[in-house]
Structures are given as structure tokens and as C-alpha cells.
């Protein structure tokens, strides 16, 4: 059982709006969160993490928001750009353990 | 970027044959890590570990083992490849460990066959 799931395996937005990629998780434990950006033939790249004592946390046009009680997240990419394009993990972890990831949502921006 | 070089890049082999995969960092980071990569799995744990001679198991590690006998390098190995164990293996490393982020390779590519 999948205790870290994006349940939208794509999502395709017009360049200039608002993207909203969706996580949630099963483990009440985890404290610590991470998004991961990857592009083709390349590894993952950090983006952007947030810890269990905040609800949001922003990094120019990336925020993510953390709703503990509904054991849900989220990133917001606002403007879109082309070069968003990419596959997004979500990834958590409980008290410095393993990190554990989502099997990924492949974000298409539209010219 | 951080200085994590991964070999082979890509490698076909048969079923029964033994296969090693390094990953080498210029970082001195004291923590690294092995992950595949499946399609609906996202990135699952093989073995990690946090220092010279130091590895744990991860989530998936039957069928792998490992080696760090320097700082820099963190060898994985498929002692006899199956088919099951086609995928994409991605190194990481950390100055932290799991309470901060993880940079990756760029990843190796095996097909077993």
C-alpha cells in the first residue's frame, strides 16, 4: 500500500497559469516533505520542502502548502513556464527516516 | 550541480550475470544512497549508507548488495541479474541524511534481458 500518492499521473496547463499538483499521504508520522522536479534522461532535482510546524513555505514561483489534518499537500507553480515541464515527486519522511516517494505527476505547460 | 557521476550510464545484460554500478561524488557528503526507479513506483530505497564501511538496508534491497570502501564511491551490485531488476538506479548523496535534501545522479539505465 502506497503510503505517498499522486493520484493525478498528468496534468497539462496553459503557460502563464496557475499549476496545483496534489499529494497525500497515509503515515500520520511523517514531519518533513520535499517536491522533486525531473527532467528526461536526468536525475531528480530538489525544489522546494516544507516541515511538519509550518503550512506553507515559498520559493519564488513555487509554494507548497501542507494541510496536516487532511494529510495533504500541494505545489503551486504560479506563473507557469514551459520549462516547468517535468515530472514532479512528492517525498516524506518520518523523524529522519527513509524518505518515501510518490510514483510522480508528469506536468505538460502549453505555449 | 552537485559532483555525482554515475557508470555505466546504460547497460544491457542476461539474465544470471553479475552486474556493478558506481556512483562517485566529489562533495565528501558523508550520506549516499541507492534508488530505482519504476514506472507507478516513483523512487524506492535499495541500501544507503551513512559512512565508510556503514550500509543499510532500504525498502527493496533483495537481490542487491553494496560497498563503500572510500568516502567518494558507492558501489551497487546485482550479484545475478534478473529480469525484475530492470529499471533506472539513481545515486544520491546528503550532507544530512534524511532530515534534508537529497542530490542526485544523473542515472544508470540497465536492462536485463
Known amino acids: 500500500d502506497q503510503q505517498v500518492k499522486q493520484n493525478s499521473p498528468s496534468l497539462s496547463v496553459q503557460e502563464g497559469r496557475i499549476s496545483i499538483l496534489n499529494c497525500d499521504y497515509t503515515?500520520?508520522?511523517?514531519?518533513?516533505f520535499l517536491w522533486y522536479k525531473k527532467y528526461p534522461a536526468e536525475g531528480p532535482t530538489f525544489l522546494i520542502s516544507?516541515?511538519?510546524?509550518?503550512d506553507k513555505n515559498e520559493d519564488g514561483r513555487f509554494t507548497v502548502f501542507l494541510n496536516k489534518s487532511a494529510k495533504h499537500l500541494s505545489l503551486h507553480i504560479v506563473p507557469s513556464q514551459p520549462g516547468d515541464s517535468a515530472v514532479y515527486f512528492c517525498?516524506?519522511?518520518?523523524?529522519?527516516?527513509?524518505?518515501?516517494f510518490g510514483p510522480g505527476t508528469r506536468l505538460s505547460v502549453l505555449p | 550541480d552537485a559532483g555525482i557521476t554515475q557508470s555505466p550510464r546504460h547497460k544491457v545484460t542476461e539474465t544470471g550475470t553479475p552486474v556493478t554500478l558506481r556512483c562517485h561524488q566529489t562533495e565528501n557528503h558523508r550520506y549516499m544512497y541507492w534508488y530505482r526507479q519504476d514506472p507507478g513506483h516513483g523512487l524506492r530505497l535499495i541500501h544507503y549508507s551513512y559512512g565508510v564501511k556503514d550500509t543499510d538496508k532500504g525498502e527493496v534491497s533483495d537481490g542487491y548488495s553494496v560497498s563503500r570502501s572510500k568516502t567518494e564511491d558507492f558501489l551497487l551490485t546485482l550479484e545475478s541479474a534478473t529480469s525484475s531488476q530492470t529499471s533506472v538506479y539513481f545515486c544520491a548523496i546528503s550532507g544530512t541524511g534524511f532530515t534534508g535534501e537529497l542530490f542526485f545522479g544523473e542515472g544508470s539505465r540497465l536492462t536485463v534481458l
Open positions: 516544507i516541515s511538519s510546524i509550518k
Open positions: 517525498a516524506a519522511s518520518a523523524n529522519g527516516q527513509n524518505f518515501v
Open positions: 503515515n500520520s508520522m511523517f514531519d518533513y
